[in-house]
């Protein structure tokens, strides 16, 4: 199984529905640079194989909740608190 697949199943495992958005960010390290480019400093970044992968759905209570496949564990909140 893929991870998009995994992230999928979990997703529709733990809210009952499917995401209407699913994205990822790739990783990256700084080898020398950090916040250094936006000064027009010297930066050496490099991709890594690692990456963030979220899928989200919609509410309209306007509480958000979250769940991370990886610690196994969930959170939420209101937003209007």
Not at 47 to 56: D, N
Request: proline share 5%; hydrophobic share 35%; glycine share 4%.
């Amino acid at each position: 199984m893929s991870q998009t697949e995994a992230l999928l199943d979990a997703f529709s495992r733990a809210y009952d529905t499917r995401p209407s958005l699913l994205t990822r960010a790739p990783g990256r390290v700084n080898l020398i640079g950090e916040h250094t480019d936006y000064n027009e400093g010297f930066v050496f970044p490099a991709a890594i194989t690692y990456s963030v992968m979220l899928a989200a759905a919609p509410r309209k209570d306007r509480q958000v909740r979250l769940y991370s496949v990886n610690y196994d564990q969930g959170s939420s909140f209101h937003l209007d608190r």
